[in-house]
């Protein structure tokens, strides 16, 4: 092994995550993973099949602090993934990014469970006790705080007030509730007040 590539390795170990080769050993042959170098993930973060992964993705637990990834997810840079203190649970086929996304478990206590078929793009942040339900969305620059996004079709559902909860724009939502088919087009503070059928929109 070169000296560089030792460095590197060791670095990488120091901080508690896995080295490229590592990498490749782990996800390679049932994952697609474009630039290990650029791929941090932690020791012990449980991940699925068929994920993609994108350069600039970072997924981090603390000890005690699970993240569990399941299969064929998404994940565009620059993407984080933390778990300090709480947890992490991700399902399958949700997209993160395009625009980047952060989901940051670091309050004692909560979790952030994300089911199946979601997506969170264009610098969706997620933070506190927070549920996405299956095909829920996240569009835009949003810090979701300890919010729940009810389940529902995914946005191609041709039912449109059948689709998951969304929540849309840029600003803060804090304690947010959407049922199936809601959705609140936000630009500052979000209100649960605000909540349209998405049918207004389509």
């Given at each position: 092994?070169?000296?560089?590539?030792?460095?590197?390795?060791?670095?990488?170990?120091?901080?508690?995550?896995?080295?490229?080769?590592e990498?490749?050993?782990?996800?390679?042959?049932?994952?697609?993973?474009?630039?290990?170098?650029?791929?941090?993930?932690?020791?012990?973060?449980?991940?699925?099949?068929n994920?993609?992964?994108?350069p600039?993705?970072?997924?981090?637990?603390?000890?005690?602090?699970?993240?569990?990834?399941?299969?064929?997810?998404i994940?565009?840079?620059?993407t984080?993934?933390?778990?300090?203190?709480?947890?992490?649970?991700?399902?399958?086929?949700?997209?993160?990014?395009?625009?980047?996304?952060?989901?940051?478990a670091?309050?004692?206590?909560?979790?952030?469970l994300?089911?199946?078929?979601?997506?969170?793009?264009?610098?969706?942040?997620?933070y506190?006790?927070?549920?996405?339900?299956?095909?829920?969305?996240?569009?835009?620059?949003?810090?979701?705080?300890?919010?729940?996004?009810?389940?529902?079709?995914?946005?191609?559902?041709?039912?449109i007030?059948?689709?998951?909860?969304?929540?849309?724009?840029?600003?803060?939502?804090?304690?947010i509730?959407?049922?199936?088919g809601?959705?609140?087009?936000?630009?500052?503070?979000?209100?649960?007040?605000?909540?349209?059928?998405?049918?207004?929109?389509?």
């Amino acid at each position: 092994m070169l000296p560089h590539w030792e460095a590197l390795d060791n670095t990488r170990r120091e901080a508690g995550y896995l080295t490229p080769t590592e990498t490749m050993a782990l996800l390679g042959k049932s994952n697609e993973v474009l630039d290990p170098f650029s791929l941090l993930i932690s020791r012990e973060v449980v991940i699925g099949s068929n994920n993609r992964f994108y350069p600039n993705v970072t997924i981090s637990r603390s000890a005690g602090s699970p993240i569990d990834i399941g299969d064929a997810n998404i994940f565009r840079g620059p993407t984080l993934i933390e778990a300090d203190g709480a947890s992490v649970k991700i399902g399958d086929r949700n997209l993160f990014g395009e625009g980047g996304a952060t989901i940051r478990a670091n309050q004692a206590g909560a979790s952030i469970l994300i089911g199946n078929g979601c997506r969170l793009i264009h610098g969706a942040t997620l933070y506190g006790d927070t549920r996405l339900g299956d095909g829920a969305q996240v569009l835009g620059h949003i810090t979701a705080i300890s919010c729940t996004l009810e389940a529902g079709g995914t946005f191609d559902e041709p039912e449109i007030n059948q689709r998951a909860a969304v929540l849309k724009g840029m600003g803060t939502a804090r304690g947010i509730h959407l049922a199936r088919g809601q959705v609140i087009d936000g630009w500052g503070s979000f209100d649960a007040n605000l909540a349209q059928p998405q049918s207004n929109f389509h």
